[in-house]
């Protein structure tokens, strides 16, 4: 291994630019003449609109336009959409209602845009917006997953309030195994809505230049591409040729930069009908407002136990909340991305799973980190942590017990595990942990009153997302590939051009390790150009921890191309049969002899083309690949989460928390490690801190970082991570992705920490202080502490 | 429109503002200083954490105005002739960043942190610290271990006086 190259810890090549302010973000970004644009928001959960006068505010100082969804409607600019087509038990598509970017005649969440106001300055827009006079009728709203049967429609298109009622499984086959079973684990789980908070907050800057009749999207985006495609193919800006969307440095994503939503459109829309500049950048609370969430889920769940602890059979019936209108991958995360990983890590025989997706007055739910495998990961994980108390099993034993050792593995829900080791993690995970001396510990902290547990994490997600054909014949819209494009230089540097996209994941450090160990060049001669549609051409962008597995392999898979085609360059230039040249550590040698030629040395001799006849062989070295992976890779691994609570005060503490995981190859163990950090934080945040609220009128009661606890510092310990590798069969990488496995793995490791220091009371998420304490006096431990 | 004048990474500067101009837009906007982020609005995340005289402060809470004839330090202005402060070598020795949004005022609050409390911080003492200042990438792991070691190099490499 070199110093640069595959599975070493180099240290960031974009850290740079970060550390030294001169980072590049979209709210950096000012064009000549721009106009600000800001929006005016629903204060309703739920109304329609019999007027908007807007004659006072386009007349104030500095207002350059004020548009509606009037505007909209006459433009012909086309809805939001939802691009996975989920089909209903009864064979039905979802019932998508109509989604503008500004509204038509009703809200359906507070929010929601009324109307945007384009002025000379931001504050100038503000002020504006508020002499903006819309008369609402002001309708019932409906913030509850579990109370929309019914209730009031919120769209005419789905009047029973829901997009669609799916299934997955084998029913039949499942309640028989109920029928035989000796133990029956049951229960209900609330999994919490969270709201994800990337620090930087969406930003656009929509530029026309109505010389070339094209527009410039400058956005935070994790899939420019997709952004281009579904503004121009569907919502009708402008065609792709004149269309360009740039994602520049982006501050995070975690799912929520993926979809394409009204700001960015609107900006992009009215730069060409004012014929300027248009920049919007929300603020914290419009982000609370208006970015996807995730999860929220309500879900009863239940387990089949024969008499020896083997699992017989799982069914889940879970009640999904899709916000107000269904957002762009909405509809695929409760159903193939949630029910197709409820088999866990184990071997059951009979999975069914039933998911009603129901539409509520609340901000749109989409994919965040992790994105439907939490929720499963939390079913599963809930389950057999109390399957084994219930039957007085170890739960690491229990566990073991039912893990599948034997790869392939076919689920009864769709996936094909193709290679892991579970056992391995889990003894890792154990001696890391030191069960074995977990007794002392509960011992040492009842000496002092507190309470202390320790909980299981054993994890399986499906990443590398994802074979195109496989997920088409599921309803997807698009196909799920990745490209790559490595053009060398004359002078032997690189430029990878890549449709994965980095928002914080360091691909510019990672990707060119890559090039480093195949090519033998420095990392310093490697650029990684991935965020811009007219340099990139075509790309799928990054989520669902792919751009390892599928960005990379699409970025080998070019190398290939690059090192064949050097190769018989290297054999023109030293007169050698291509047959005879070896390629190794940047120096083609002829078998046999001292004969050599480095890599920059042929690069240079492929654009002279001097040394071979150009009509056999084209001058230049350049190649592009496009790879669709050939199944999902499946990261796995155990967590283990040890907490102390005080039963007097309700304050739980995370004392230790181990994590080992299996991510096949890695390519930068110091990057995965700092991906596991962020994800373990995420998901402790949703254990015990966060949870976007909304009351009975449906306000978001929890819109700024007063009301959303998000993790602190001080809220979290430092972690202990380590991996083992399985490599991956199905990319050339054997790599897994890492990007999601903490936020999957932790929340049902913390929870069952909690509920095992509680005694095994349940508890709801997030388990705050004062959560904690109420099931600590259910239980009567204070006084047993004492 | 109102005249602010004031030394900003060493350079004297001026410019008519609007009063209700925050120190945070200055910069950004009239300076295009914009290592300085902005990433709340009720002043907890941090990312907009700039000094002022010395101190950190949040520079989406103060006025320009208000810092009229005050020296201000920004992330921009650490590195002293092309080589980096030791906090920022911290950072991207431990990989205390990710996506970069938040990192130029965990720097700037790590500094003040070191000036207040000493160049041997224990990892108790750093978590209650960063407070007021949000990450949502590195669940903050490695951002403690960066402002560690970052303290114990500012002990050994005097740093210039802002």
Same mark, same amino acid.
């Given at each position: ?155 005419? &298109? ?590 049902? &490791? ?37 | ?162």
């Amino acid at each position: 291994m070199s110093a640069t190259g595959l599975g070493a810890s180099v240290k960031r090549k974009e850290d740079i630019r970060f550390i030294t302010g001169k980072g590049r973000y979209v709210d950096d970004i000012n064009r000549p003449g721009q106009a600000y644009a800001y929006f005016l928001r629903s204060p309703h959960a739920h109304a329609t609109i019999s007027s908007i006068d807007v004659a006072e505010a386009a007349a104030s100082p500095g207002v350059v336009a004020v548009f509606t969804g009037q505007d909209v409607a006459a433009d012909k600019v086309g809805g939001l959409i939802c691009g996975w087509t989920i089909h209903s038990k009864d064979g039905s598509p979802m019932k998508a209602g109509g989604h503008p970017i500004l509204a038509q005649g009703k809200v359906r969440y507070v929010g929601d845009h009324v109307a945007v106001v384009i002025a000379d300055t931001l504050a100038q827009a503000r002020d504006a917006s508020e002499k903006i006079v819309v008369e609402y009728g002001v309708l019932p709203a409906v913030a509850d997953p579990a109370k929309t049967v019914g209730a009031i429609a919120i769209h005419d &298109a789905a009047p029973d309030n829901t997009a669609f009622n799916w299934h997955l499984g084998d029913k039949a086959a499942t309640d028989a195994a109920f029928a035989g079973a000796a133990h029956v684990t049951k229960v209900d789980l609330v999994n919490n809505r969270l709201i994800p908070n990337p620090m930087e907050p969406r930003a656009a800057v929509g530029d026309y230049d109505s010389g070339t009749d094209s527009i410039t999207l400058y956005t935070t985006s994790q899939n420019p591409h997709v952004a281009r495609l579904v503004l121009s193919a569907f919502i009708g800006l402008a065609p792709e040729h004149k269309f360009r969307v740039i994602a520049p440095d982006v501050g995070g994503g975690f799912g929520s930069k993926i979809f394409i939503y009204a700001e960015e459109t609107v900006c992009a829309w009215a730069a060409r009908k004012i014929d300027r500049p248009v920049k919007w950048t929300s603020d914290r609370t419009e982000a609370f407002l208006s970015d996807a969430h995730g999860r929220d889920h309500v879900t009863h769940a239940e387990l089949a136990l024969d008499a020896s602890g083997k699992v017989l059979g799982l069914r889940a019936h879970t009640i999904a909340n899709m916000g107000a209108y269904l957002s762009t991958f909405a509809s695929s995360i409760p159903t193939y991305l949630y029910a197709t990983l409820l088999s866990g890590q184990y071997n059951i025989p009979a999975i069914y799973a039933e998911v009603d997706a129901v539409y509520t007055t609340t901000s749109p739910v989409d994919a965040y980190r992790g994105a439907g495998r939490p929720e499963a990961a939390f079913v599963i994980e809930r389950l057999m942590e109390l399957g084994a108390r219930e039957t007085g099993r170890d739960p690491a034993e229990f566990r073991r017990q039912n893990f599948v050792t034997v790869f392939p593995h076919q689920t009864p829900v769709i996936m094909a595990y193709d290679a892991g080791n579970f056992a391995g993690a889990l003894d890792k995970a154990l001696e890391h942990a030191d069960y074995k001396g977990v007794a002392a510990r509960k011992a040492a902290s009842a000496a002092k009153g507190k309470l202390r547990g320790i909980g299981f994490s054993a994890f399986i997600e499906a990443c590398g997302i994802a074979p195109s054909a496989a997920v088409g014949s599921l309803g997807a819209g698009v196909g799920l590939w990745e490209s790559a494009e490595v053009r060398v230089n004359p002078i032997g540097t690189v430029e990878i051009l890549t449709g994965s996209h980095s928002h914080g994941q360091g691909h510019e450090t990672t990707f060119a390790q890559l090039v480093s160990d195949r090519l033998g060049i420095s990392i310093d001669n490697v650029a990684i150009v991935h965020c811009a549609t007219d340099k990139v051409q075509m790309g799928m962008g990054t989520y669902g921890s792919r751009s390892g597995a599928v960005g990379m392999s699409a970025i080998s898979k070019a190398l290939d191309k690059i090192e064949a085609k050097a190769r018989k360059v290297a054999g023109h230039v030293l007169e050698a049969a291509e047959s005879d040249i070896e390629f190794k550590d940047g120096k083609f040698t002829v078998k046999g002899t001292d004969k050599a030629i480095d890599f920059a040395s042929v690069a240079l001799q492929a654009y002279v083309a001097h040394k071979f006849n150009g009509q056999e062989l084209e001058p230049g070295l350049k190649e592009s690949a496009f790879w669709d992976p050939t199944n999902f890779t499946f990261p796995a691994g155990v967590h283990i989460c040890e907490v102390e609570i005080d039963p007097d005060t309700g304050v739980t503490t995370v004392e230790r928390y181990t994590a080992v995981d299996d991510f096949g190859k890695l390519i930068n163990p110091m990057i995965v490690h700092g991906q596991v950090h962020g994800g373990i934080a995420q998901g402790i945040g949703q254990a015990m801190l966060e949870g976007a609220r909304y009351d009975d009128d449906g306000q978001l009661v929890t819109a700024s970082y007063m009301d959303y606890c998000m993790p602190r510092a001080d809220n979290l310990p430092s972690f202990q991570v380590d991996t083992i590798e399985t490599p991956c069969p199905s990319n050339p990488l054997g790599i897994k992705g890492c990007g999601e496995a903490g936020a999957i793995a932790s929340p049902p &490791a913390v929870i069952n920490a909690i509920t095992d220091a509680l005694g095994h009371e349940d508890i709801a998420v997030p388990a705050t202080p004062a959560a904690v304490w109420r099931a600590a006096r259910k239980r009567g431990l204070r006084q047993a502490a004492e | 429109m109102v005249q602010v004048a004031m030394t900003v990474n060493g350079k004297a500067v001026s410019a008519n503002v609007d009063s209700r101009t925050l120190l945070v837009q200055f910069l950004r906007e009239n300076l295009r200083l914009t290592g300085t982020h902005v990433g709340c609005d009720t002043s907890q995340c941090g990312a907009c954490v700039v000094h002022l005289d010395g101190k950190a402060i949040k520079s989406c809470t103060m006025l320009a105005l208000a810092c009229d004839g005050q020296q201000v330090t920004t992330i921009e202005g650490l590195a002293q002739g092309g080589k980096l402060h030791p906090m920022q070598q911290a950072f991207q020795d431990n990989h205390g960043l990710q996506c970069g949004y938040c990192t130029p005022g965990m720097i700037m609050t790590a500094i003040d942190l070191v000036s207040r409390k000493g160049n041997d911080l224990d990892e108790t003492t750093i978590r209650h610290e960063l407070e007021g200042n949000i990450c949502r990438c590195t669940g903050y792991h490695n951002i403690v271990k960066s402002i560690a070691q970052g303290a114990r190099e500012m002990a050994v490499q005097p740093q210039a006086a802002e």
